[in-house]
């Protein structure tokens, strides 16, 4: 049986600890309060009963918190006071110097909680270690010297979370959408070097690879492009091709037939548009941030996002491109074509691409194809868009939104001095976001014991708490020089402001947004209510804290000229935190805080049988309630041989809700060349693993998983919770009439 010890690492259950911890406690009482031997191996037989039957690893201090209990069950208080000073000792001497052991256990790869901390990020590798122990720095100063002790309290306790706390310490922000128009059409600056107007296709995309490594090393959370600002670069690169065959012609003495010559040059415009999306794929997966990982990148595709004509058939070809590309994959070290898990890609609906006679809808058949392989692309309803936020535009990262568009006002106007700036125009590339803090709603409605009333003033309260830690994240951020990240802040990424600058103009008026996140609506619902939030008589209470969010959010912006938002929180690791904190707190409460998981966001709990045409239908109404940020998604059989169910649900979800994506596997082994669906079973010590059904391996270094866990794709290096998450997950079947058509997804 394994234990998580204070460092991380994972070591064996040893019952003697406890017996000789509680033998010096009984020791300081007088000899008539003392525990006998017996009592004290009875503590230690029911406190390894509790570690067996937890379902997980439990850390040392829950298990030092269930002998202090047992110890209270035998009644003598005394043996139990001399415990808990035993524990307050230890815990000064080790606050002393709170960082040496965990980064210790990160040199030596003994660190088991942080191993499974970013699904993405292979803790072994060097600049991984680097990374992660410069954040154990960052979190222990953001601890100790720069929060609050009541928001710490909290973040601890899994009241709140405090996000990214490892990058708190310097001033850095969350998200961003880049402004690479800018930076292509006028020029930037890369590691002190000025990159000009690039003079063809292949060229931009090869800068906006490497603008993409240096951005994702100024900031901590994703960032998305638009191929609609590489896409001017194919005209500039057929002028060139059409110049150059036109004097090939000439000096081999050919009649200069423009047909021909249109041709040729058409055909070498096309190669170098293949070679231009494959730099982005291949550049994307390859290139090593300094923290340790592959930029976490979006790529836009939307058509309408460019003029009619030439232009957008241009943009139209490079989509292609970039869907039959990402369709292939890339091929793995045994030389095997994988699922990549970046660059993420959104492809957006509209009355072009939705429906047989549109002129694009080939792209949308492609489009299908390459989710039904790859996962990928997700989708964004251009009508349900508009509807909602009056624009269409790009996510920052997985799901982050802005808020809508103002600085066509005067008053507001440049303040980034983007030199691509229209005041005619909506602007919302080179904007970004400044940070996210989590409400626990789950917790709220534990804490209220089921009592209405107590659960709306516990929400007030906890909100401000949250307020008070957003507030945290803007102040860190206000006074930082333009010089902390030249190329976010000075060379168009997201600003051209003047040396020495500072940003604190852009952290007002909307130009950027903070983020109130939120988990748990479901088993909240679920406690308050005794039903899921999807059941008719649970869905107003759910609604109305949703729309209880917002309010506060709404006021806040108001109060202080920033934008608050209401953020879908994808909980990659923190649904494990929130899971053992909430069985910490009030034990283990049926389908409330009995699994090592609570459900993100919004969304329709992962075991809850529900037909994928209606689960995304009832999302799309708390869809509009995360205006910050939101993603719905459906889980779906092996979909390559119903391709048409996959159109049926693209067009479902272009009638019905602004933003989500398919869910599906895709796996393979390195030891045998399986490549279905790799499996989760449980070890000797009930820790859950990834095994190959077909030769047994469970070498998480020798297989290639790839999940949607929250917006990306991520591998197979989740924590506990998130691995019994994806283990729980139902598959949303259905047999349904869309467009006139009947859909079938069934397992084959």
């Known amino acids: 049986m394994k234990i998580i010890k204070r460092s991380g690492k994972e070591d064996i259950f040893n019952g003697e600890k406890i017996i000789v911890a509680v033998t010096k406690a009984n020791a300081e009482v007088p000899e008539d309060q003392r525990l006998s031997d017996e009592e004290i191996k009875g503590i230690e037989a029911r406190v390894e009963h509790i570690c067996e039957t937890?379902?997980?690893a439990l850390s040392v201090?829950?298990?030092?918190?269930?002998?202090?209990?047992?110890?209270m069950e035998t009644g003598n208080h005394d043996v139990a006071r001399k415990y808990i000073t035993y524990r307050y000792k230890r815990a000064l001497v080790r606050k002393a110097n709170s960082t040496d052991d965990q980064i210790l256990s990160l040199i030596e790869r003994d660190n088991e909680e942080v191993k499974q901390e970013n699904s993405n990020k292979n803790p072994v590798v060097n600049s991984v270690q680097r990374d992660y122990m410069a954040g154990e720095v960052s979190k222990d100063i953001s601890k100790r010297m720069l929060l609050p002790e009541d928001i710490v309290k909290a973040h601890d306790e899994g009241i709140i979370h405090f996000h990214d706390m490892d990058y708190y310490a310097q001033h850095m922000h969350n998200c961003c959408l880049v402004n690479l128009e800018d930076m292509l059409q006028n020029g930037t600056v890369i590691s002190e070097t000025l990159i000009e107007r690039p003079h063809s296709f292949a060229t931009a995309c090869n800068i906006a690879t490497q603008a993409i490594a240096q951005i994702a090393s100024n900031q901590y959370g994703g960032q998305s492009i638009t191929l609609s600002h590489l896409v001017p670069f194919v005209q500039v690169s057929r002028e060139k091709y059409r110049k150059a065959v036109t004097k090939e012609f000439a000096e081999a003495g050919l009649e200069l037939d423009t047909e021909k010559i249109d041709q040729i040059a058409e055909m070498r415009v096309r190669d170098e548009?293949?070679?231009?999306?494959?730099?982005?794929?291949?550049?994307?997966?390859?290139?090593?941030t300094t923290n340790g990982q592959a930029p976490f990148i979006t790529v836009f595709m939307y058509l309408d996002e460019v003029p009619e004509g030439q232009t957008r058939d241009d943009l139209a070809m490079v989509i292609e491109e970039m869907l039959k590309q990402r369709m292939q994959g890339v091929k793995n070290e045994k030389g095997v074509w994988i699922t990549p898990a970046f660059p993420k890609l959104i492809?957006?609906?509209?009355?072009?691409?939705?429906?047989?006679?549109s002129k694009y809808f080939y792209l949308t058949e492609l489009a299908a194809e390459c989710t039904a392989k790859r996962m990928v692309p997700d989708y964004i309803s251009a009508k349900m868009m508009k509807r909602d936020k009056g624009d269409v535009y790009p996510c920052m990262g997985c799901r982050s939104f802005l808020t809508p568009d103002r600085f066509t006002d005067n008053r507001v106007g440049n303040i980034a001095y983007a030199k691509n700036y229209d005041k005619k125009k909506h602007k919302y590339y080179g904007r970004f976001n400044q940070g996210v803090v989590t409400i626990n709603l789950v917790d709220v409605a534990c804490s209220s014991?089921?009592?209405?009333?107590?659960?709306?003033?516990?929400?007030?309260?906890r909100l401000e708490l949250c307020h008070k830690a957003l507030r945290c994240r803007h102040e860190r951020l206000l006074g930082t020089p333009s010089d902390a990240a030249p190329i976010l802040w000075q060379y168009g990424a997201l600003a051209r402001l003047k040396k020495g600058e500072t940003i604190d103009k852009l952290l007002f008026d909307g130009y950027s947004t903070i983020?109130?996140?939120y988990a748990g609506l479901y088993e909240m619902t679920l406690y308050m209510k005794g039903v899921s939030h999807t059941d008719p008589t649970g869905k107003p209470f759910a609604l109305a804290v949703m729309q209880k969010l917002n309010d506060k959010c709404a006021e806040w912006k108001k109060s202080e000229n920033i934008d608050y938002s209401v953020y879908g929180t994808p909980l990659e690791s923190t649904t494990y935190k929130f899971a053992k904190c909430l069985q910490k707190r009030f034990g283990k409460i049926k389908d409330v805080t009995d699994h090592n998981y609570i459900t993100n966001s919004y969304h329709v709990n992962v075991r809850e049988n529900i037909d994928a045409f209606d689960k995304l239908g009832f999302e799309s109404e708390f869809q509009r309630l995360s205006p910050g940020g939101a993603i719905s998604y459906v889980e779906v059989p092996a979909m390559t041989s119903n391709i048409p169910a996959v159109i049926s649900i693209m067009q479902y979800i272009y009638d019905n809700i602004m933003y989500a994506e398919l869910n599906t596997k895709s796996d393979y082994c390195q030891c045998c060349g399986y490549?279905?669906?790799?499996?989760?079973?449980a070890d000797d010590d009930g820790k859950l693993v990834w095994e190959c059904p077909n030769c047994g391996n469970r070498d998480q270094n020798k297989m290639n998983v790839a999940r949607r866990t929250c917006g990306y794709i991520g591998t197979q290096f989740w924590n506990q919770g998130r691995t019994q998450e994806i283990k729980d997950r139902v598959l949303h079947t259905s047999e349904a009439v869309v467009n006139g058509v009947t859909t079938k997804i069934r397992p084959m």
């Open 54 to 56: 937890a379902g997980r």
């Open 61 to 71: 201090e829950e298990i030092q918190d269930s002998v202090e209990n047992e110890i």
């Open 273 to 288: 548009v293949k070679r231009g999306v494959q730099v982005i794929q291949y550049q994307v997966i390859t290139l090593m």
């Open 347 to 357: 492809y957006v609906l509209d009355e072009d691409n939705i429906s047989k006679d």
């Open 449 to 461: 014991n089921g009592d209405e009333e107590e659960f709306w003033k516990i929400l007030d309260e």
């Open 515 to 517: 983020s109130l996140g």
């Open 675 to 681: 490549n279905g669906e790799i499996q989760i079973v």
